[in-house]
């Protein structure tokens, strides 16, 4: 088997609005800190070539998706389809669509976008050569902390006691406490390595306006520098309700708390990659498909009612255009609005009488026996026991956000009907799930069955 890696930026213009933490905060970047790419890996096998490409955004909507592959298959050939797509989930870049008022997208970074990641591919083709692959995990521990059932928002935790390496969390069983790699060594030489970790990249919060790719981001980069020669590419695994120990708090902090974690990460990827042990991949296989989950039944005349009530809140004589006023988070005018808007989409989708139900993306890349699969929600963490006991391959790695955006929550935020049950549904201009916490894991182990 032969692989190649490679990387194209695709960091935008200062000025462009960045993707994240809630509707119309017109974040406009004002510095980049690092820049962002987009890097590939392209397997292939005699006559058959799959591509793995990891963007440095908050996500990937699926008519962005289906261009970017449609614009990797132009360059390299070989089908659309074989081109599987993850976002990283920084928050700290453009806004690319996919969620109302979550940041304005830019139409000429949105039209330059594929041909740019494309460049990756393009790359890693010329790179093309037979490796060897390893495979470790590796703890990686008091990072990350569950923002559901633990103290997740840490704008109010102590900060010096956080930026403690030796820091751990209340709950650390809620949080993802190992790192998943997979190395590629041609001629001894390290030339490719992949990471997996399940954690928000919202180091840097509401309050900056920078370009960079969290501490996700600043780790690859560090690795790429102590390891030479060597592209590394992250991906998220189910980080739903997983945040880094330190977010949301104020610029200098912020900085701070980047270099910290970002530094911590690094150290438990280089502590995997050296325990990295070869693995036996003759072969490879990938597989995408489109999958249909049940909703909450939501009548035409129940979204109309909700769209009149909001409208009549904005037409009440002294309403303003500032966005944080209201009485919960949840309820401020930017909240409405953004729900308003997820609510005239889901309208203007009815067909008849029937609401709509758009599909998921679920792909997968099988190497040897290790099993990427992915999907285009953010996966809570509890969701991936099932299908982890549920596939038949030796390593798995559950990928959120590959060729979508939205949420797949547990049993218990959805029956909340809060933020991730209910709120972000509307605003990417969908209903919300009625059983996303069963059906989802188990599309996700009929896909690893499949890449057998």
Same mark, same amino acid.
């Given at each position: +088997?032969?692989?190649?890696?490679?990387?194209?930026?695709?960091?935008?213009?200062?000025?462009?609005?960045? =993707?994240?933490?809630?509707?119309?905060?017109?974040?406009?970047?004002?510095?980049?800190?690092?820049?962002?790419?987009?890097?590939?890996?392209?397997?292939?096998?005699? /006559?058959?070539?799959?591509?793995?490409?990891?963007? %440095?955004?908050?996500?990937?909507?699926?008519?962005?998706?289906?261009?970017?592959?449609?614009?990797?298959?132009? /360059?390299?050939?070989?089908?659309?389809?074989?081109? +599987?797509?993850?976002?990283?989930?920084?928050?700290?870049?453009?806004?690319?669509?996919? +969620?109302?008022?979550?940041?304005?997208? &830019?139409?000429?970074?949105?039209?330059?976008?594929?041909?740019?990641?494309? %460049? @990756?591919?393009?790359?890693?083709?010329?790179?093309?050569?037979?490796?060897?692959?390893?495979?470790?995990?590796?703890?990686?521990?008091?990072?990350? !902390?569950?923002? &559901?059932?633990?103290?997740?928002?840490?704008?109010?935790?102590?900060?010096?006691?956080?930026?403690?390496?030796?820091?751990?969390?209340?709950?650390?069983?809620?949080?993802?406490?190992?790192?998943?790699?997979?190395?590629?060594? =041609?001629?001894?030489?390290? !030339?490719?390595?992949?990471?997996?970790?399940?954690?928000?990249?919202?180091?840097?919060?509401?309050?900056?306006?920078?370009?960079?790719?969290?501490?996700?981001?600043?780790?690859?980069?560090?690795?790429?520098?102590?390891?030479?020669?060597?592209?590394?590419?992250?991906?998220?695994?189910?980080?739903?309700?997983?945040?880094?120990?330190?977010?949301?708090?104020?610029? @200098? %902090?912020?900085?701070?708390?980047?270099?910290?974690?970002?530094? #911590?990460?690094?150290?438990?990827?280089?502590?995997?990659?050296?325990?990295?042990?070869?693995?036996?991949?003759?072969?490879?296989?990938?597989?995408?498909?489109?999958?249909?989950?049940?909703?909450?039944?939501?009548? /035409? @005349?129940?979204? &109309?009612?909700?769209?009149?009530?909001?409208?009549?809140?904005?037409?009440?004589?002294?309403?303003?255009?500032?966005?944080?006023?209201?009485?919960?988070?949840?309820?401020?005018?930017?909240?409405?609005?953004?729900?308003? #808007?997820?609510?005239?989409?889901?309208?203007? &989708?009815?067909?008849?009488?029937?609401?709509?139900?758009?599909?998921?993306?679920?792909?997968?890349?099988?190497?040897?026996?290790?099993?990427?699969?992915?999907?285009?929600?953010?996966?809570?963490?509890?969701?991936?026991?099932? !299908?982890?006991?549920?596939?038949?391959?030796?390593?798995?790695?559950?990928?959120?956000?590959?060729?979508?955006?939205?949420?797949?929550?547990?049993?218990?935020?959805?029956?909340?009907?809060?933020? =991730?049950?209910?709120?972000?549904?509307?605003?990417?201009? %969908?209903?919300?799930?009625?059983?996303?916490?069963?059906?989802?894991?188990?599309?996700?182990?009929?896909?690893?069955?499949?890449?057998?």
């Amino acid at each position: +088997m032969k692989a190649g890696f490679g990387k194209a930026d695709i960091t935008p213009r200062l000025g462009v609005q960045l =993707a994240g933490y809630g509707p119309y905060r017109n974040r406009a970047a004002k510095e980049i800190v690092t820049p962002l790419f987009a890097r590939a890996l392209v397997v292939e096998q005699g /006559r058959k070539r799959a591509v793995l490409l990891s963007l %440095e955004l908050g996500g990937t909507p699926r008519r962005l998706s289906e261009r970017i592959r449609t614009a990797v298959a132009a /360059r390299i050939g070989g089908k659309a389809t074989d081109v +599987m797509i993850s976002a990283t989930h920084t928050h700290s870049s453009p806004a690319v669509g996919g +969620m109302y008022a979550w940041g304005e997208a &830019d139409m000429l970074y949105l039209e330059t976008l594929p041909a740019r990641a494309a %460049e @990756a591919a393009v790359q890693a083709v010329a790179n093309l050569t037979e490796v060897e692959w390893r495979h470790a995990h590796a703890p990686c521990e008091g990072i990350a !902390v569950n923002r &559901d059932t633990d103290t997740g928002f840490a704008l109010n935790e102590n900060f010096s006691e956080r930026m403690n390496p030796a820091w751990r969390p209340a709950k650390p069983e809620h949080t993802d406490p190992t790192v998943r790699v997979l190395t590629a060594y =041609a001629g001894g030489k390290l !030339v490719g390595l992949l990471h997996h970790f399940g954690c928000h990249p919202v180091v840097y919060g509401e309050k900056t306006a920078a370009i960079h790719g969290d501490y996700a981001g600043v780790a690859t980069l560090a690795l790429e520098k102590k390891f030479p020669g060597a592209t590394a590419l992250f991906f998220p695994g189910a980080l739903g309700d997983i945040n880094p120990k330190l977010n949301h708090r104020v610029i @200098a %902090e912020s900085r701070r708390a980047l270099k910290a974690i970002a530094k #911590q990460y690094a150290a438990a990827v280089v502590a995997a990659v050296r325990g990295a042990e070869p693995i036996l991949a003759k072969d490879f296989a990938v597989l995408r498909r489109d999958a249909t989950f049940a909703r909450q039944r939501w009548s /035409r @005349a129940k979204v &109309d009612r909700q769209i009149a009530d909001l409208e009549a809140f904005f037409a009440t004589p002294g309403r303003t255009d500032t966005p944080f006023v209201g009485d919960t988070p949840l309820t401020t005018n930017g909240m409405k609005m953004a729900r308003l #808007q997820g609510l005239r989409a889901v309208r203007a &989708d009815f067909r008849g009488a029937t609401p709509p139900n758009p599909s998921v993306c679920v792909h997968g890349l099988r190497i040897g026996p290790v099993a990427l699969l992915g999907c285009g929600l953010e996966v809570y963490h509890s969701l991936q026991a099932s !299908v982890l006991a549920g596939s038949p391959h030796a390593h798995n790695w559950v990928i959120s956000l590959v060729g979508g955006t939205g949420y797949a929550p547990d049993r218990a935020a959805t029956e909340r009907a809060g933020y =991730a049950g209910d709120f972000v549904p509307l605003v990417t201009g %969908e209903l919300p799930y009625a059983r996303v916490y069963d059906e989802l894991p188990r599309a996700l182990v009929k896909l690893a069955r499949d890449l057998r």
